[in-house]
């Protein structure tokens, strides 16, 4: 979900010659001056495979039961990852348990915790800026998840730039809580965020899903979890979890207790088994729909989900910019092979696209694509045109679908615009939501909201609202200290 | 969750005229002067018994089958309500289904309505400011419930205020959305509070659960989720829900759209198959966490509950202001005649207090409550002592509960405040929380948030704030009209 | 700066009946039937004129001098102001100096009041929505202020809007404070808004400027003031205070303490005088920018203005719905008969305007105006031409303007919105800005703020945010109450 | 105005290592590996005297007049600055005119600089955070402000934390606005924060003021500006300009445009013929209220200040802590040298006191402060008694005083507290107050407002909400895109 553009203005802004460093970097070795990472990530191969642990009450940890990963590329068995079944959770629920419902810190509890979390986002966000840094995450991401070179760094770029977001006080203003007058001298009452307690953050962040983000997704969701005073435990897929079990060492390298977090490799069933054990008070889930409703199920609703959407796009009456158009389409549908799985596109085209040679474009783009750069994956887009009186039968199929994440309205068309941006808008629910010409339905950055609408169990990701919305709930507290009133007496029962 | 405090504010303001005139008309008849009203309150008995309707697609209908509610003074079969079984459905499920995702109105589609309502609030608290509506409503409540003439006045008072706050714009400015700058110039993101579309509102508001308050509990959240743009299925326990019938009729009666909200008397069974079958978007439970439980597993989550909590009670080490203290002790306990079940009470007691009169003048306010006047009820409160270093017991026991609704804190005294104050509101989770010595667990208004703390599912009621989290979610819309950069040029794929 | 649409919106819904009723009754005597009022507005006249008098320190007061105004209509000496000299400031500055700089109320002190004003507020909204009282004012503004029956009414309409919207708890919610948690235990940091105390709302409101509305702008200030803790001395220009002085009766009548606002007629002088001598710590100006200049020389700065602007207008190239562009150029230009005098207004209109029918029409428009309904006022608008490529000229020419209240770009055409629009709001600094097809530069209403930007004395009227603005100030409160880091011990000197 | 507080916290968390080089670092030499700085901090002397230059149009200028600097410690002169007269001010009123009165960005032009100040702010905070720069301007304040290293160091410390506080997003975020729903389909209202264009920040910083911080007041007065989108010219008392000339340097190498500031060295009646001439929209003065008064009526009002206080302390009756008391009261005093001159405090201490030995302690304690560490100045603090029934005559006193910007009550006494903490807050102005028994008058950090109350023209320091109530002001954008009603005729005139 990072935004390409942040890339190519991030690339605009770094001198060219630190950008050639960065790029001739790639090759070069650093794992002597990265004190924080245990791997080598040139070197991870079937024959020197990487490892990795779990994380439970402050101990990493290995496993009796290693699952080996494939390398996407060439198939070997790339890395082991330590994965617990059934018989090894006591000691992750235990871990939560010690963890109470009114969290690790709140605004009567540990408040020198929220300024810590600051001191390590300064801390983390200037790792990340770190060019040897930046390529180590961004390889990492290669090594597990088929993209580009910039859709990997992408990813690191916007876990930075939202690490940058809650520096210094950002985190304890997060905690920020408010008051009115109450009806006599002595009484007022105050709404503050409160953090559940022990939580649970489940990121199924896989290969060919919407959510191939190994870095971005869990890191900022355990952050805004943590800011909020909760104690996640973290599972991420094994096929990725390497990216985050890497950079938990690197937060732990910025001064993030060891105890604040735990980390769990382990199968769905397993997990599941977790959750009903040690009852975490909310679950944080990114994955498929039908996995999420078992969940909600099992969990009896104390859930918050960010589901695969069934995004679409609309293109008005006004052909122009071509070459711009087909190339976000290209990239809303391509990029990151596999962003968008091949039944969740739709595109709707105005019937004067027909005349264009926006399809033959968009061909024409996505031949460019090859393997070798990981920028293809196998994506198929349906599009469908439609009439100019037709917009309310697409908005009435757009009514009967069921997940709604993204959309876009491509148009400057002035009658369009008008006529038909408003009602598409007022007439759909999809969570975030690009009008305009520049609009797309991928690469969302950290700045606004992203997430599902329409749904009571929809979370957000990255921005302060969705923090506080996803990682903490209201807490009302009404001082009532008196006096009272003069001659007071006992009044009859009522 | 009225305020006792609130109504007898209320009584010092009414001059003394008009409220003898209100209490001398309790015998007088009114119905003729009531127009949106179908019964007369005072003559509804055995042999005229009162009729309660369903409301569906703007039509008031009967049913095949009548449900006979007994007057909990005498026994006589005085109210029959139209029950709707499973086969009554559809009209209803018809009827949700009418209401598009999108909702009635939202940001961009019919802003009118907000207006709208703003003025159905204007003209609905004013009726409810006239002492005759008042009073009816008032007594049709004791009717129902075993209330004193003055808990239920409070609860109808807290209604004519709750809608106060919500006249003219207030409606609209709820739907406040904000806006950031975007990455370049024609972006901008937009964060909207979006409507679910069709929902219900299910409070089994009986007689002897916290929830007794048929007029209050219902009306607040049915307009909370009208103001937001959504459409509600409203359910009332049917041995009630004459109280929001005639509501309902009075809310027609200001210029509520009569298609705005559907209104549905049927056992829990047929209810559960309406969701089912209708399938709302966001279901609003008032009632026992039992069923909560059951109903979030149905609906897989889609739903915010508000149950029932443990509500404790700490006294402090100061003991002073006893006559007091007695009286608010009693009226939390036993006020409404069960506001607070036996089960669900416990008054932890500094061992102080063990050599004052607390105990005795408690037991003496419970003997002077009579079944006459609706004042008392079956209650029990369990009494525990503790020393001054069993704080972090207590607090443990409080971290092993399970629901979190109310909590107090009485104390004044100086070491206690602050050496344990802190302590007990950043170690507890209760969502509201009252602490001084004017504290109680009892009584919440319209002017703060009242709803449990610590789980996702957990909804607030009555101010804008819980209005906005409880009945609608975040929608990002990003404006990114361009221009494009110029000479902008396809780039490499990613 | 009432809408007119209001109107015709608020016409639509009240019943027809009611409507002629209304109409019919502006000929009736109904002072038997307003308690509160002390002239029968359709009597004054030469041989039956009404006295206005003064309000200080609970008391109204007469004169030894009294002011003759003229019955704009015929020239008659239709009202008597008891006017106050350089001889009587003194009951007003001790009146003034009694209440302290914390204010009447604050949230620290008697908070009781802010429900107090939220009832004044109730019961003032619904006396104006009584036909005969709303009638009362609509025919009073006109007696002193030419303007058509429909805009005095909107101006009264508009007044009841702003009280609706201050009902209930609504007051209290300006009060909202909000914390942040601090560095250790027992600290956190309280950000209020404080009131300034004793205050003085000053509203030039005459005849032919933009501020004839004597009933507006000084009661939505005047209740500002007093909403967010403030004790107002009101003047209005004596050739319209009858309105304002009429307005506080009600107020008293719907329970407003009398000892809370004072209200005086004086000339400018002695006004100056007793500012000087009272120093009241805030003064809210409308009036001229002259004027408001000397008085920020004079109370060195302590002072809020909204003053006269430079209201300009742009109509786009797109020419199209002409009849209404020209009906609501109109309506800018002349309604209220002066609401924008001559100097005050040009017409930027595109070359393309030049061919189509506005110009003839905007003059047929005038040309039906006439003096008996008090519709027309004697106005100049100066009408602009520009070219596809003048923009940056016209931008520059309002740059250099000095006065920036309120604006408009009138154009639904695509690509000069897209070009252009983002280009005139971004350049530019009018604080109320309509763009739009519909845009207008007159006639806000009180949902949206209205006032300057671009100075740092500019106030706004009316919203929520308007009202926090101008009359409450900023107060932070630190609690750290400890306790000390335990062993602590005296440091070294720093 | 830092907190010592801070600075004892960050040594807690600084490994002593580092902490011990950074001590030993302050003889060491540093300029080679400090790119920026044009001094060498240890070096400037008599003989080797640093020059201060000014910087407009983005060009650093000498100046035909030198103005010299005496050592404080040893009447040397030390720094020589160009001095701008009455002649050379023309090239400033050019550079404040180029910058139009929309700001050099809004929402609506170039968001691109909301990112790049935010980028801006991510690597000066990293600068400090470096010990050798965090050394060099600790230092550098220390040679020309008479102050221990650890208060330097401290101001070091706040400043980085507040560049913290905007990193990433959190600019642009300051640039929030909201909408609300209009009246119909195509219109909503939106509230923007719009920058003033050009201004001024003169910070009067001196010796022996309570503005003695040249580093933290300034700075953060002008990032706040920069933030909003204005483009201000900074003058600073020549005495300790040559601070933030360096910490320029210091932006510039983190990326900030030379032309975005104006920097002038000037005396007072050379900077009031510039702001006379260029006419900036506002105006910041931090200095004595004398000479903001008189900038006030020059500037018409168009200024907000930020002027000394009169600061008193309350010492409740319970006397424990002695200590701890005795301690924070010498800080409040002497830290700082002069921070709080005679004139200006006032402890009212509570009899009981009379007993302890707190005067006795501070008595000591101010004794032991020695020149060669700067720990002392020439400090008196009237010290008054009060008895238990004397508050209102102390409260009395303090109403009649004429500043108000900090105060604070000292006590955790229960009767007190309760009693009399919301008496004295509820009562009193104060804009930074601070209650407990942690209590203090200075040392305030960036995480919370500070400024003075009960002032329309007082400006606060450093929050969020700080920068956008100082530097911006409300615009309102009303969009009302249409359509029109159906069928829409001309209506009649009104």
Redesign the interface.
């Known amino acids: 979900m990072h935004?390409?553009?942040?890339f190519?203005?991030m690339r605009a802004?770094v001198p060219q010659k630190a950008f050639n460093w960065l790029v001739s970097f790639n090759s070069s070795r650093c794992i002597h001056s990265l004190p924080f990472a245990t791997v080598n990530v040139e070197e991870i191969s079937g024959s020197q495979p990487a490892e990795v642990h779990n994380l439970v009450q402050g101990k990493w940890t290995g496993s009796s039961k290693w699952n080996t990963i494939l390398d996407p590329l060439n198939g070997e068995s790339f890395i082991k990852v330590a994965e617990i079944d059934e018989t090894g959770i006591q000691p992750f629920v235990e871990s939560l348990s010690k963890c109470?419902?009114?969290g690790l810190h709140?605004?009567?509890?540990?408040?020198?915790r929220?300024?810590m979390l600051?001191?390590v986002s300064?801390k983390a966000?200037?790792m990340l800026?770190q060019p040897k840094v930046s390529d180590f995450f961004t390889r990492l991401i290669q090594r597990v998840s088929p993209?580009?070179y910039?859709?990997a760094l992408?990813e690191v770029f916007v876990t930075r730039?939202?690490?940058?977001?809650f520096?210094?006080?950002?985190v304890?203003?997060l905690?920020?809580?408010?008051?009115?007058?109450?009806?006599?001298?002595?009484?007022?009452?105050?709404?503050f965020r409160?953090p559940?307690?022990p939580v649970s953050v489940e990121a199924l962040v896989t290969i060919i899903t919407p959510f191939n983000f190994p870095l971005e997704i869990p890191l900022l969701q355990l952050m805004g979890a943590l800011y909020m005073g909760n104690k996640p435990v973290l599972k991420v897929d094994s096929k990725v979890s390497i990216v985050m079990e890497q950079m938990l060492r690197l937060l732990h390298d910025c001064g993030l207790p060891v105890e604040d977090v735990d980390f769990i490799n382990a199968d769905g069933k397993t997990m599941n088994k977790l959750l009903l054990e040690a009852n975490p008070?909310?679950t944080l889930f990114t994955g498929s729909s039908r996995v999420a409703?078992k969940l909600?199920?099992d969990?009896?609703?104390?859930?918050?989900l960010e589901d695969a959407g069934f995004d679409w796009k609309i293109l008005g009456p006004d052909v122009k910019?071509v070459?711009?158009i087909?190339?976000v389409c290209?990239?809303d549908a391509?990029?990151c092979s596999g962003q968008k799985c091949s039944a969740q596109s739709m595109l709707f085209m105005h019937e004067n696209w027909s005349k264009s040679s926006l399809l033959r474009q968009m061909n024409d783009?996505a031949a460019?694509?090859k393997l070798e750069d990981l920028?293809v994956g196998p994506v198929l887009t349906v599009v469908t045109e439609y009439k100019d009186n037709q917009i309310p039968m697409v908005l009435d199929a757009l009514?009967r679908m069921h997940a709604?994440l993204t959309a876009a309205v491509v148009s400057?068309?002035?009658?369009f615009?008008?006529?038909r941006l408003?009602?598409v808008?007022?007439?759909?629910?999809?969570?975030?939501?690009?009008?305009?010409?520049?609009?797309?339905t991928t690469g969302a950055?950290?700045?606004?909201?992203?997430?599902p609408?329409?749904?009571?169990?929809?979370a957000?990701i990255g921005t302060?609202?969705?923090i506080k919305?996803v990682w903490s709930?209201?807490?009302?507290?009404?001082?009532?200290?008196?006096?009272?009133p003069q001659k007071?007496?006992?009044?009859a029962?009522?």
Chains 1, 2, 3, 4 share one sequence.
């Open positions: 935004r390409l553009q942040a190519r203005e802004r109470p419902k009114h709140n605004p009567f509890k540990e408040p020198e929220y300024l600051g001191d300064v966000a200037h800026s993209k580009s910039q859709q992408g730039k939202f690490l940058e977001n520096c210094g006080d950002q304890r203003f905690a920020r809580s408010f008051a009115v007058p109450g009806n006599h001298l002595g009484q007022q009452s105050h709404g409160w559940y307690g008070r909310m409703d909600a199920v969990l009896k609703g104390r859930i918050k910019e070459d711009y087909a190339w290209d990239q391509y990029a783009l460019r694509r920028t009514e709604h400057n068309d002035q009658l615009l008008q006529a408003a009602e808008i007022g007439k759909s629910v999809n969570g975030t939501t690009y009008a305009g010409l520049r609009a797309r950055p950290q700045n606004h909201w992203f997430g609408a329409g749904d009571p169990r929809g957000g302060p609202e969705a919305l709930c209201h807490r009302e507290i009404i001082y009532d200290f008196g006096p009272l007071w007496e006992t009044p029962s009522t």
